[in-house]
């Protein structure tokens, strides 16, 4: 059983980094509330970043305190969930970050530092053009770096058309009946600053092995949230949770656009409702697996803490599946 980083406060949603040879995550911060398990996902009610670091797997966790609050950011309401850094061309660091706003619309805001434990200081507002939550952040190996995101139900998603525009404020949680296609994640290109979009959002495909889109109603192999991207031997992987049937899964690709193609399972389900995670894939020789649970907390769905465990792959190259 893997024992959680740490200890002292509850974390979740973590995206870890190699930067300048220490690991760095950056989890969303679970904290005690009142409210009740609700679809919208009220009960998650965040409004700080910490960020942790080590200098090898296994080894002492440094918490570098709280990197960015809610009460800091002029257009956050509530909300503060999963977030995500890259490190820019700029040699500076820049902290992804979803958030209600004012209007209970969720949309995807950053932060800047000159460190990568922060603290950050904050855009006054949201990126332009965004929506949704869980953003990651992916530079490829040209420099071009792209953000990832998107989520169902309280991730408000089913909302959107495939460039953002606003479909149905007041759409189903998602679609619904035979043959109909799973919406998917959403990925643009950003600017050279790393502040803003530097493209229409797109939509990303996840396929079948024979190209077909998979179905909203394959719970088992659509796209919920916590999207990640990482790249192998000049493959695309495309990591993401399936939400309500408490899987990560995962695709491959050619291009960071897409689209996927469905390859497997990573981690079956852990305690507790969700799963979120990221992929460090390869630190000193390993690739390593960023996810959190419930344990903690005996199964307090809101109280997570983040784990990490090795993963392998195989001679195809795809993943090994986990098992809690």
């Known amino acids: 059983m893997s024992a959680p980083l740490v200890t ?7 995206s870890a980094h190699v930067f300048d040879g220490r690991v760095y995550v950056y989890p969303s911060h679970d904290r005690e509330t009142d409210i009740h398990f609700n679809d919208n996902g009220d009960q998650y009610d965040m409004v700080d970043y910490h ?12 918490d570098h305190g709280v990197a960015l609050a809610a009460k800091d950011v002029p257009w956050v309401d509530k909300q503060m969930w999963a977030p995500d850094a890259a490190k820019g061309a700029d040699g500076r660091y820049y902290l992804y970050f979803p958030a209600r706003a004012h209007d209970g619309v969720f949309r995807i805001g950053v932060a800047v530092s000159d460190k990568p434990e922060g603290p950050f200081a904050p855009q006054p507002e949201a990126i332009k053009g965004s929506f949704s939550i869980d953003p990651a952040s992916f530079v490829d190996e040209d420099g071009t770096a792209y953000l990832y995101f998107g989520g169902l139900w309280g991730g408000q998603l089913q909302r959107y058309n495939a460039d953002g525009t606003v479909s149905d404020p007041k759409a189903p949680e998602e679609p619904t009946g035979a043959g109909v296609r799973a919406l998917g994640p959403r990925v643009a290109r950003l600017r050279g600053d790393m ?7 797109r939509e990303i495909l996840i396929v079948d092995d024979e190209g077909n889109p998979i179905l909203a109603d394959d719970h088992e192999r659509r796209f919920f949230e916590a999207a990640w991207m990482h ?8 990591s993401y949770s399936t939400g309500d049937t408490h899987l990560l899964a995962y695709g491959i690709g050619t291009s960071p656009y ?6 497997g399972t990573i981690l079956e389900p852990v305690v507790g409702w969700t799963t979120h995670h990221s992929i460090v894939d390869d630190f000193e020789g390993k690739s390593y697996l960023f996810y959190h649970d419930c344990e903690l907390s005996k199964g307090v769905d809101h109280l997570r803490s983040v784990k990490c465990r090795e993963i392998q792959y195989d001679a195809a190259g795809k993943i090994i599946k986990q098992t809690p």
């Not at 406060?9 to 973590?14: H, L, N, R, S």
């Not at 960020?51 to 440094?62: A, P």
């Not at 790249?231 to 495309?238: A, I, L, Q, S, T």
């Open 231 to 238: 790249k192998r031997n000049g493959k695309y992987y495309f």
């Open 258 to 263: 897409g689209p996927f193609t469905y390859q």
């Open 8 to 14: 002292h406060i509850y974390t979740a949603d973590p």
């Open 51 to 62: 960020v942790l670091s080590m200098d090898k797997i296994g080894g002492e966790v440094t």
């Open 195 to 201: 502040l803003e979009f530097d493209e229409t959002v």
